[in-house]
């Protein structure tokens, strides 16, 4: 199985937000943000003036790298998705369109052609031709690369230029993931030539980027800010940007976040935590929207020995936690329950929606808290050991506010939870470094999924050659289901094997879904445009920036 590329994410700092169905509007009231009282929107109002400068936040801190096949956290994928275009484009209600491809056809089942875009133009004026997206794809299998993608090629044994604006790419078997990873980093689209010159430095401030996005790298001064400026060549009219200069800031400190936005030194970020949150409601300064969202919240065995291993394990704390007041108290009432780890919206706008709806309805109900079928499920599995350690971000407040959330009720059914904190970089070694697993017998999970289809979530904790199946989960029949849905091209027929593969996995899956929170957005008063859902982690969102008339306090 094709394993998805690098989608968790564990920062400090951060409040992760996730799914809902779209209406219009945004909540800017002060107080506590009852869900009932909160309006989603995909999109923020149309801008309609141009901006000399944009100042923006990544809340998650500095990118390590903007080169597209390495991209798969929140900060690189925010900058790097306005400057290097993919050959498919995420719209804002999840749904795909074309990008750099004009179009696509099977010729047969184990055949893709697409064709491109004749008017494209890197930013140096060269032309975007074939040989270009042979090289940015074909890189992404050799070892030097160290592409977080490289398993979506698993499958795919050429990918040749079959005319000048023309690709084909040959599979060993039919694959339905291939050409929906096509909408992120995988299938940005670099110049060959500018490739091979920057080697193992691209992407980083001494080897920069060539890409044919709406805005150009101009700048990154390492520590302190990158710096993009608008494409005035670009090839989507629509889409030239209403900013001439973009400018990024790494400010992970709530409070000086809060300082910042409030004060107009920061005019916008996505990611906004609850406790920013409940600041910026209570002002004038801009607009706090909330959008659906791909992210998930989920609490995940370490290894085979952790006891919550045991799927009687997890749902006896399952059925200890109060949802309801979590998502209440945690995150300001800007989230929801979820029956399964995978949100909605993944399926809401694609093909099968109605498959994977009435699949979804099927499976339980998320349970009411039963202290006492909780207790029975704890007996039943007879753990050797009743201490769990789970390890969290240090500084990431909701992260520790569900813990501790966790902690109090797991004692009444004779459970004891110990927090233990890591420091970013830690965090995110735990999903690389099995070493950095020893002593914890689970992890907060904060992650997303990016591309339009739960098969490609599912497979990372329930496929048996997964790197990210600690627990070595292993169900003949789901295994089946899912490699037949994957290989299976007419959406419905594929739908209908994942959703049976889910009735199965959601009865033994050692996963403890918790909440998937909304996305929020903040744009000072002087700015509109943006895309508010989580689709703007892969989608040029802003070249949909630009001015209201109106000036910032």
């Not at 627990?471 to 027929?493: F, G, I, K, M």
Request: glycine share 6%.
């Amino acid at each position: 199985m094709q394993a998805h590329r690098s989608i968790l994410t564990l920062t400090a700092l951060s409040t992760l937000l996730t799914v809902s169905a779209c209406t219009s509007g945004a909540d800017t009231s002060s107080g506590s943000a009852s869900p009932d009282a909160l309006k989603l929107t995909s999109t923020t109002p149309a801008a309609t003036g141009v901006l000399d400068e944009v100042t923006w936040n990544l809340p998650m801190g500095e990118p390590i790298t903007l080169d597209p096949a390495k991209v798969g956290d929140y900060s690189p994928n925010t900058v790097e998705a306005n400057l290097c275009d993919p050959l498919l484009r995420l719209r804002p209600d999840y749904s795909i369109a074309p990008g750099l491809a004009t179009a696509w056809h099977r010729p047969d089942a184990k055949t893709l052609v697409l064709d491109l875009r004749k008017d494209v133009t890197f930013w140096n004026g060269n032309p975007m031709t074939a040989t270009d997206v042979v090289a940015s794809l074909s890189r992404q299998r050799e070892a030097a690369t160290q592409s977080v993608n490289a398993q979506v090629l698993a499958s795919v044994t050429t990918i040749k230029a079959s005319g000048d604006h023309q690709v084909t790419i040959r599979f060993k078997a039919p694959d339905e993931l291939f050409l929906k990873y096509l909408v992120n980093g995988f299938g940005a689209v670099s110049e060959a030539s500018y490739l091979k010159k920057a080697g193992s430095d691209y992407g980083t401030p001494k080897g920069g980027l060539m890409c044919t996005g709406p805005f150009e790298l101009s700048g990154w001064k390492s520590g302190e800010s990158i710096t993009a400026v608008r494409n005035a060549r670009y090839w989507d009219t629509s889409l030239r940007p209403k900013v001439k200069k973009l400018t990024f800031k790494f400010i992970t400190d709530s409070s000086t976040l809060t300082s910042a936005l409030l004060s107009g030194q920061v005019d916008g970020s996505y990611e906004i935590s609850s406790t920013v949150a409940k600041a910026l409601r209570a002002s004038d300064a801009g607009t706090l929207h909330y959008g659906p969202s791909t992210q998930t919240v989920f609490l995940y065995p370490m290894s085979g020995s952790s006891p919550l291993a045991d799927h009687r394990i997890t749902q006896a704390l399952s059925l200890i936690l109060d949802r309801d007041a979590l998502v209440k108290n945690v995150y300001d009432g800007a989230a929801q329950k979820l029956k399964t780890f995978i949100p909605s919206l993944v399926w809401k706008k694609s093909e099968a929606a109605s498959v994977y709806a009435k699949g979804y309805d099927r499976l339980p109900a998320v349970p009411d808290v039963d202290i006492s079928k909780a207790e029975k499920l704890v007996a039943e599995a007879a753990p050797k050991q009743r201490t769990i350690t789970v390890a969290a971000a240090a500084g990431d407040q909701q992260s520790l506010q569900i813990l501790t959330f966790l902690q109090a009720a797991a004692k009444k059914i004779g459970l004891s939870l110990v927090i233990k904190q890591l420091q970013p970089t830690q965090m995110s070694g735990l999903f690389y470094d099995p070493s950095l697993r020893q002593g914890l017998d689970a992890t907060i999970v904060l992650g997303y999924v990016e591309i339009p289809d739960p098969l490609s979530y599912a497979v990372l904790f329930t496929s048996p050659d997964s790197p990210l199946n600690w627990v070595r989960y292993s169900n003949d029949e789901v295994t089946a289901l899912q490699r037949q849905a994957q290989a299976t091209l007419d959406p419905d027929a594929s739908a209908e094997l994942f959703v049976r593969a889910q009735a199965l996995y959601t009865k033994d899956l050692p996963v403890l879904s918790i909440a998937s929170p909304y996305e929020r957005l903040f744009l000072n008063k002087r700015l509109s445009g943006a895309p508010a859902s989580f689709a703007y982690i892969n989608m040029p969102w802003a070249a949909y920036l630009g001015g209201t008339g109106e000036t910032a306090s």
